[in-house]
């Protein structure tokens, strides 16, 4: 059974850095793609961005030229490094396991437990 941990989350104020990490058990990670999803309280969860195996990437626009999607498949992990935060960024962000590069929720079978982030103004 595979399993995804993820780690990284945290408080900082508006404008700074944070990198997530996604560790996954099992054998067969380097063939699948990973995807990053986040939810803020009271919304549904939204796509962040995804990484193929052989690192092509997706982002979504609200995030696009701030947050940079990368993974290493000797450590079994994919990162998510976040730059210039704005406090709408604040949500629990969540990494998961996929057949594609791709923004739908549902091409992803594979899900963390989730890390907290939030961003003060």
């Known amino acids: 059974q595979v399993l995804l941990v993820e780690s990284g989350g945290g408080s900082v104020q508006a404008g700074g850095s944070l990198r997530l990490s996604c560790a996954a058990s099992?054998?067969?990670?380097?063939?699948?793609?990973m995807g990053w999803f986040r939810q803020a309280p009271g919304k549904e969860r939204e796509f962040v961005a995804a990484i193929g195996w052989s690192g092509s990437t997706l982002y979504a626009d609200s995030v696009k030229g701030r947050f940079t999607i990368s993974r290493d498949n000797a450590k079994n992990t994919v990162y998510l490094q976040m730059n210039s935060l704005k406090p709408e960024d604040t949500a629990v962000y969540y990494c998961?396991?996929?057949?594609?590069?791709?923004?739908?929720?549902?091409?992803?079978?594979?899900w963390g437990q989730g890390t907290q982030v939030t961003v003060s103004s």
């Open positions: 998961a396991r996929g057949g594609a590069v791709v923004a739908r929720s549902a091409a992803y079978d594979v």
């Open positions: 099992g054998r067969t990670f380097a063939t699948y793609a």
